[in-house]
C-alpha cells in the first residue's frame, strides 16, 4: 500500500502512520509529499557493475562454502500432455532474454566480484532433456537435478530439465540460484514462461510489456537511496544507528536445547513437518490481530517467541523475518534476489500477559518495518556480530508468513502440478512458514504450516511436538488474551502422562524398617564374617554388633532416646563405626563430626543441633550386656543429622529419619550387589556418600575396609564396591589394580563426563559405573544413570538417569508446572526418601519442602538445580538456578566471575572471555576493569571467540 500511494500519488506514508490511522481519512491527513527518495528508473550503466549487497553476501558464502547447492531454489512440476519441446527451448530463452538477473554470471576483476549481464548466444538456456524408464529413474533424476552446483563466475544462473516418463507425462525441473531470485520471483517467471510457450506454440513470439527497470537499475538505485556509511546524514547510517541500537546485546545464539550437540560447520541438510491451523483457530487468530491492532504475522510472532521462552530460549528472542524488498511497484514483475531479512527481537521478559507481548511486538516489528531499506548482509558487515559456521548471525529462527502471488503455471494443452520438492537446504535452526487459505466467501479456512528444521540439531519428533505445543498456546491466548504465556501448559494430556506418571512409576513395596534393624538381621546371616577392617585390625558382624550393643545401653543410660542427636566427634576408626550402629540402637540420632574441619564450623554446628551427648572416645564398656537394646524407636523419628557445606549460607543441618534410610538400604542391598564383596570406604561420615559406602556392604554381608584413597588401601583387599565423586577418578587412574574398585563405582555430587568417564575405562574396562545424582535433603541419591562396561558414551555431561525405588522426579517451571521433554526446569524431588526437613530452621524448611501438586498430600524438596527430561524418559542435571550467568549464549557458573571480582572491589565491568580449542572444549576466564569502558589488552583476547 505504501508503495503504491508512493507511485500514485508521489508522496511518502510512515508505516506507523498507517497503523494508528488505517482509514483513508488517517492516511490522507499523514501524506507527505517532497520526499528526498530517488525515483527507481532505468540507470546508466557503469563499466564495473557492483553486486547489490544481498548479492555479495552470496557470493561470498559461495566462496566461503565451495560447489554447493546450499543456496539452490529449485521447482519441479509435473507436465500431462503432449510436451512442445521446441517451443519450451525457446520460451525458456524468452524468459531469460526478459530477466537480466537471469544472464547475469559473477566474474572477479581485481579480487572483486561484479556484475555481467550475458547476451548472444551465452545467454541462451540449455534444456536437458531426458527419458527416464521407470518412476524410480524419475525420481533419482530430479533429485540429481536439483542439486546441480553453479560456476557463478561463468554460468548463467538458471538451469531447466525435462524428464519423460512416456510420451505423454514430463517433469520439468527449473532451478535458479539464489543470487537471480527470490519467493517472490516465481510469479513472474510462471507468468512469463507461460506467455512465451504459448505464443512459441503458435509460431509467434511473446508479447508483453517491456519492464520498466532491469536487476541491474535496482542495484545503482539501492546504492544512491542508500547513500555511504560514513555519511551521517545518509539513510544507510541512520538506519544503521537504529539498528546497532536495537540489536545491542542481542544473544549470538538462542539457547534452546537440541537433540544433539550444535556441530562446528552446519551441514545445512533439513528436514520437514507439515501441519495445519484449523479454521477455527484461524478466525480468531485473525480476530484477536484485529481487536489489538496489530497483523496476523505479529500474532503468530508473538505465540512463537512465547513458546521458544518456554522451551528454553530466554526472554530475549530475536526472531528473523524476510520482507519482500521491493519497496517500488517499478519491481512487482521483475525475476532477481530483493529479499531482505529483519531481526525482530522479542521481549518476553516479565511475565507479560499475551495482549501485553502483542503490543511489544507491534512497536518493535513498527520500528523494524520502518528501517528496512539496510540489506541485512550489509547490515552485518557493518555490525560485525560474532561469526560461526555452525550458525547464522543476529538470529537462527525463521517466521516468515507468504502472502506471495501464488505461483501456477498454465501451459496450453498441458495439465500441470507442482512435484514436491525432494532437496532441502535449511540454513536455519528452524523456519515456521506459515500460508492463509480463505473460502469462497473470503472467510479464514485455516493455515497451511510448514516448519523446517536443521537435522544437525533436531528429530522430527522434536519438532512435531514443537508444532503441537504451539497450536495449544494459541488456542490459549486467543481464548483469553490475558492469560500469561509463560504460565501456560502446553503439554499434551499423553506427554503430561508419561512425565509425571510414568517416567516416576516406581512404586515397590517395601517394609518400613531401621538401619540398624537390617544390620542386626546381617549379623544373624554372617555372625563370623569379617565386617570392619581398619589399618591391621578387623572385626567380625558379630564382635561389632556387640561391641555395638554395649554402648547403645550405655547411651540409654545417659538418656539418649528417640528425637535426641549424639555428636561423634572421633577420628576414622572401627569405633566411629561402632558408635554409629549404637547411636541407631539407642533410638538416638547421630551427628557426624568431621574433625578436618575449622573449629569454629565445628562449634556452630554443635550449637545449633544441641546435641544431649558428643563422643570424642569410647568409654569403659565391659560391663553392659551384649544383646540387642529394646526401643520405642519409630521408623518417624531421626536416624542422623549432616549439615550441608554451607557453600550457599550457613550450614543447615538435615534431618534423615529412620524410615528414609532404611528404604535407602533396602534398595542399594538389591541393585548393588558387589557391595556384599569389599568396599573402601575413604570419606569423612560427615558426608552423605559415606551412607552408601558404609552401610551398603554391611546389611549384605559384606566387608568395609576404612582407609585413604592410595596405594594402602589394597592391604586388606581389592576392593569390589566404591562410591566417590569424579574428583577423585583421577586418583583411580593412577593407582594400582589392587586398590582400584573391579565391580561397581558409584560417582555422585557433581557433574560426570563422558570424557572423564572414558579415561577410568581405558584403565579399569570391567567397571560398572553408576552415575548418581541426590541432594542430602532426599537420603543421598534419588537418580542414577547406570553404564556397564564396554557401554558407548557421549563426550559431555552424562544423563542422571531415572529415579530410585519410591522417588518421584519433577522438571518443573517457575510455576510449578512441568516442562517438556528437552526444556530445562527446575529438580524437585518427592517420595520415601525425602528427609524430615531442617534442624532449628521452620522457615527454610517451608521454603524449600513444599507441597506437591502433582501428589497427593506430599511433599516435595526444591533441589535449586536445573534439570530436564529427555525423550526417553532420562534425566539430566545441568546447573543450579542461582548460580549461573549467560554471556553470548554460554552458561557459565557464576563462582568463575565472583573469584575474579572479588579481588577487585573497585570494580564496574566484567569480561567474561570464551574459548573454544575443541569443539565442546570451552575455557573461561573472567576479566575485570576498573571502569566502565576500558577494554582488555588485545593479547588477552587472542582466541577467544566471545566476551
Known amino acids: 500500500l505504501i508503495s503504491r500511494v508512493r507511485a500514485v500519488l508521489g508522496a511518502e506514508l510512515g508505516i506507523r502512520n498507517l497503523f494508528q490511522a488505517p482509514t483513508v481519512a488517517g492516511v490522507a491527513g499523514n501524506l507527505h509529499t517532497g520526499g528526498t527518495r530517488p525515483v527507481l528508473g532505468a540507470r546508466p550503466r557503469p563499466a564495473v557493475l557492483p553486486l547489490s549487497a544481498a548479492q555479495r553476501r552470496l557470493w561470498f558464502l559461495a566462496q566461503m562454502e565451495g560447489p554447493s547447492a546450499t543456496y539452490n531454489a529449485p521447482l519441479s512440476l509435473r507436465l500431462r500432455g503432449a510436451v512442445d519441446i521446441p517451443a519450451l527451448r525457446v520460451a525458456l530463452s524468452d524468459v531469460v532474454d526478459r530477466h537480466e538477473a537471469l544472464r547475469t554470471v559473477f566474474p572477479e576483476q581485481d579480487g572483486e566480484p561484479f556484475q555481467q549481464v550475458v547476451s548472444g548466444e551465452r545467454a541462451v538456456p540449455e534444456l536437458h532433456v531426458r527419458n527416464c524408464a521407470d518412476e524410480d529413474a524419475l525420481a533419482a533424476a530430479v533429485r540429481q537435478a536439483e542439486h546441480c552446483v553453479f560456476d557463478l563466475s561463468a554460468e548463467l544462473p538458471i538451469r531447466a530439465f525435462l524428464f519423460g516418463v512416456g510420451a505423454q507425462e ?547 583387599g581389592r576392593p569390589s564396591f566404591m562410591k566417590v565423586t569424579p574428583s577423585h577418578l583421577g586418583i583411580l587412574e593412577n593407582l594400582p589394580d589392587e586398590v582400584s574398585p573391579s565391580g561397581t563405582l558409584i560417582l555422585g555430587g557433581e557433574t560426570l563426563t563422558g570424557q572423564a568417564l572414558r579415561r577410568i575405562r581405558a584403565t579399569h574396562p570391567g567397571l560398572t559405573v553408576v552415575n548418581a545424582y541426590g541432594a542430602t535433603e532426599a537420603t543421598v541419591n534419588s537418580t542414577e544413570f547406570r553404564i556397564a562396561p564396554g557401554q558407548f558414551v557421549d563426550p559431555g555431561a552424562l544423563p542422571i538417569g531415572r529415579p530410585f525405588w519410591n522417588t518421584r522426579v519433577y522438571v518443573l517451571d517457575q510455576s510449578l508446572r512441568p516442562v517438556p521433554p528437552g526444556v530445562v526446569g527446575e529438580l524437585y524431588l518427592a517420595g520415601s526418601g525425602l528427609a524430615r526437613g531442617y534442624l532449628n530452621r521452620a522457615g527454610l524448611t517451608a521454603q524449600r519442602f513444599v507441597a506437591n501438586p502433582w501428589g497427593d498430600g506430599e511433599r516435595m524438596y526444591r533441589t535449586g538445580d536445573l534439570g530436564l527430561w529427555n525423550t526417553e524418559g532420562r534425566l539430566a542435571c545441568v546447573g543450579r538456578v542461582d548460580n549461573q550467568v549467560k554471556v553470548r549464549g554460554f552458561r557459565i557458573e557464576l563462582g568463575e566471575v565472583e573469584a575474579a571480582v572479588a579481588a577487585h572491589p573497585e570494580v564496574r565491568r566484567v569480561v567474561v572471555l570464551v574459548r573454544e580449542d575443541r569443539p565442546g572444549d570451552r575455557r573461561l576466564v573472567a576479566y575485570v576493569t576498573p571502569q566502565k569502558g576500558c577494554a582488555p589488552d588485545p593479547a588477552e583476547l587472542r582466541g577467544f571467540t566471545a566476551r
Open 170 to 716: 514430463h517433469v520439468l525441473v527449473l532451478v535458479v540460484h539464489h543470487i537471480a531470485t527470490d519467493g517472490w520471483s516465481l510469479a513472474p517467471l510462471m507468468r512469463d514462461l507461460a506467455t512465451a510457450y504459448e505464443a512459441r506454440c503458435g509460431g509467434g513470439e511473446p508479447r508483453w510489456s517491456a519492464l520498466p527497470v532491469q536487476y541491474a537499475d535496482y542495484t545503482l538505485w539501492q546504492q544512491e537511496l542508500l547513500g555511504a556509511a560514513e555519511d551521517s546524514d545518509s539513510r544507510l547510517a541512520e538506519q544503521v544507528n537504529y539498528w546497532a541500537g536495537a540489536l545491542a546485546g542481542v544473544p549470538d545464539q538462542l539457547e534452546l536445547r537440541f537433540d544433539r550437540p550444535r556441530p562446528v560447520e552446519a551441514s545445512h541438510r533439513g528436514g520437514r513437518v507439515e501441519w495445519t491451523v484449523e479454521p477455527e483457530l484461524h478466525a480468531k487468530l485473525k480476530e484477536l490481530a484485529a481487536a489489538r491492532h496489530v497483523t496476523l504475522f505479529m500474532v503468530l510472532q508473538a505465540g512463537l517467541a512465547a513458546l521458544l521462552s518456554k522451551l528454553g530460549a530466554g526472554t530475549d528472542v530475536p526472531i528473523g523475518t524476510s520482507i519482500a524488498g521491493r519497496t517500488d511497484v517499478a519491481l512487482d514483475d521483475l525475476v532477481g534476489f530483493f529479499v531482505n531479512t529483519l531481526v525482530l527481537r522479542t521481549d518476553t521478559s516479565g511475565d507479560p500477559t499475551f495482549a501485553e507481548l502483542l503490543d511489544r511486538v507491534r512497536e518493535i516489528d513498527l520500528a523494524a518495518f520502518a528501517h528496512q531499506d539496510v540489506p541485512f548482509e550489509q547490515l552485518v558487515e557493518i555490525l560485525n556480530p560474532a561469526r560461526s559456521t555452525a550458525h547464522h548471525p543476529l538470529f537462527q529462527i525463521m517466521l516468515v508468513v507468504q502472502n506471495n502471488d501464488e505461483a501456477t503455471l498454465e501451459l496450453p494443452g498441458l495439465e500441470v502440478t507442482a512435484e514436491p520438492l525432494t532437496y532441502s537446504a535449511e540454513k536455519f535452526d528452524l523456519t515456521a512458514a506459515f500460508a492463509e487459505t480463505h473460502d469462497a466467501s473470503g472467510a479464514p479456512a485455516g493455515l497451511t504450516a510448514v516448519f523446517s528444521y536443521a537435522t544437525d540439531l533436531f528429530d522430527q519428533a522434536t519438532i512435531e511436538a514443537m508444532a503441537a505445543r504451539l497450536v495449544r498456546l494459541l488456542d490459549a491466548v486467543t481464548a483469553d488474551p490475558n492469560q500469561v504465556p509463560g504460565h501456560l501448559d502446553v503439554l499434551s494430556d499423553e506427554e503430561r502422562h508419561r512425565i509425571l506418571v510414568e517416567w516416576n512409576d516406581t512404586a515397590v513395596e517395601i517394609p518400613q524398617v531401621c538401619a540398624h534393624e537390617l544390620f542386626e538381621a546381617q549379623v544373624r546371616r554372617t555372625p563370623t564374617a569379617t565386617a570392619v577392617v581398619f589399618e591391621d585390625t578387623e572385626i567380625s558382624y558379630e564382635e561389632l554388633n556387640a561391641r555395638a550393643n554395649r554402648l547403645a545401653h550405655h547411651l540409654i543410660d545417659r538418656g539418649v532416646g528417640a528425637e535426641d542427636f549424639v555428636a561423634l566427634a572421633l577420628p576414622r576408626s572401627i569405633d566411629l563405626v561402632v558408635a554409629v550402629l549404637a547411636v541407631l540402637k539407642a533410638g538416638g540420632a547421630y551427628l557426624p563430626i568431621d574433625l578436618d574441619h575449622p573449629q569454629d564450623r565445628i562449634n556452630d554446628v554443635i550449637d545449633d543441633a544441641r546435641p544431649v551427648l558428643t563422643l570424642h572416645e569410647l568409654p569403659d564398656l565391659t560391663t553392659y550386656p551384649v544383646t540387642d537394646p529394646e526401643t520405642s524407636t519409630t521408623p518417624a523419628n531421626p536416624a542422623y543429622v549432616i549439615y550441608t557445606s554451607g557453600s550457599t549460607g550457613r550450614p543447615k543441618g538435615v534431618v534423615i529419619e529412620h524410615a528414609a534410610l532404611g528404604a535407602y538400604l533396602l534398595r542399594a542391598r538389591e541393585v548393588y550387589p558387589d557391595a556384599a564383596g569389599t568396599a573402601l570406604v575413604n570419606s569423612s561420615i560427615a558426608f552423605d556418600l559415606t551412607v552408601t559406602a558404609l552401610y551398603t556392604p554391611l546389611v549384605s554381608g559384606g566387608r568395609v575396609i576404612l582407609a585413604e584413597l592410595d596405594e594402602r588401601a589394597g592391604a586388606a
